[in-house]
T-cell receptor, first 113, second 112 residues
């Protein structure tokens, strides 16, 4: 158990809908990362937050947004969902310093039908 | 941005043999290179990492080597066991940015 908690574990929704994925980082970790894993694209970095502020942005679509709350949990919002958004979404956390170990949660499996 | 290439994409070895997975990176500023193991239905789990001031690191049956000049690093698993079967990912990050850039993964199958 990495200590990173993600909910829900599985989610099925229709195209055009909006969903929210939730993440609680490991105790003491200030940085939260979101990654998308699909069969053809591997693990793609979406966005990073540190202590409530956006720190780095990767290949995140404009239809997706995220935030980190004062209690350090984070949410990833996916809107106007398309079939191609079906993927495993991972949250990860780390201590702030670059080069520190990043711990991954078990993922949220999103299926868009 | 950083580009991490990983080879091979699949690897099948017999139990007891060694397995080697290789990665190259494009950004010479990268200084942190972790390896993750992902089992079916689970999140990636760190198995070993190396920093740019070190050329080799070992942890029991697992070792990682880094060649900064050539910008490549490798994972070596000796005396493989069936429970080593999983997808392995290499990654790289640089000091200005902690987020990892991952290779596309290697599916390792260890047959008894």
């Amino acid at each position: 158990d990495s200590g990173v908690t993600q909910t829900p574990k599985h989610l099925i929704t229709a195209t055009g809908q909006r969903v929210t994925l939730r993440c609680s980082p490991r105790s003491g970790d200030l940085s939260v990362y979101w990654y998308q894993q699909s069969l053809d694209q591997g693990l793609q970095f979406l966005i990073q937050y540190y202590n409530g502020e956006e720190r780095a942005k990767g290949n995140i679509l404009e239809r997706f947004s995220a935030q980190q709350f004062p209690d350090l949990h984070s949410e990833l919002n996916l809107s106007s969902l398309e079939l191609g958004d079906s993927a495993l979404y991972f949250c990860a956390s780390s201590v702030e310093t670059p080069g520190n170990t990043i711990y991954f949660g078990e993922g949220s499996w999103l299926t868009v039908v | 941005g950083e580009n991490v290439e990983q080879h091979p994409s699949t690897l099948s070895v017999q139990e007891g043999d060694s397995a080697v997975i290789k990665c190259t990176y494009s950004d010479s500023a990268s200084n942190y290179f972790p390896w993750y193991k992902q089992e079916l239905g689970k999140g990636p789990q760190l198995i070993i990492d190396i920093r740019s001031n070190v050329g080799e690191k070992k942890d029991q049956r697992i070792a990682v080597t880094l060649n900064k000049t050539a910008k490549h690093f490798s994972l070596h698993i000796t005396e493989t066991q069936p429970e080593d079967s999983a997808v392995y990912f290499c990654a790289a990050s640089k000091p200005s940015r902690n987020a990892l850039n991952f290779g596309k993964g290697t599916s390792l199958l260890v047959t008894p």
